[in-house]
């Protein structure tokens, strides 16, 4: 069973700065596109950004410039470091990865931080 484990998330001041980390673990042979997205209370859960096994990078508009997405394939892991935070960036940020175990590919997603943004 692949499991993703997300860190990182926490409160901040507006301007300030967080970095997120998300680690797969578990049966892995393979992972191809991770991505971040969030839920804020009341919205949907929107795309942030994702990067692909390539290391090609896509981000929503509102986040360009402030976010940076990145991985370590070594480590199974992508990171989202956070800068010049809003109180609208204020959301649950889940983790997803597009994982093969040798056997089939699957859409795992993690748990979800909280990252408060105050003003």
């Known amino acids: 069973q692949v499991q993703l484990v997300e860190s990182g998330g926490g409160w901040v001041q507006a301007g300030g700065s967080l970095r997120l980390s998300c680690a797969a673990s578990g049966r892995i042979l393979s992972i191809d596109d991770m991505g971040w997205y969030r839920q804020a209370p009341g919205k949907q859960r929107e795309l942030v950004a994702f990067i692909t096994s390539g290391g090609r990078t896509h981000y929503v508009d509102s986040v360009k410039g402030r976010f940076t997405i990145s991985r370590d394939n070594g480590k199974n892991t992508t990171y989202l470091q956070m800068n010049s935070l809003k109180p609208e960036d204020t959301a649950v940020y889940y983790c997803?990865?597009?994982?093969?175990?040798?056997?089939?590919?699957?859409?795992?997603w993690g748990q979800g931080t909280q990252v408060t943004v105050s003003s």
């Open positions: 997803n990865a597009d994982v093969s175990d040798g056997y089939r590919w699957a859409t795992r």
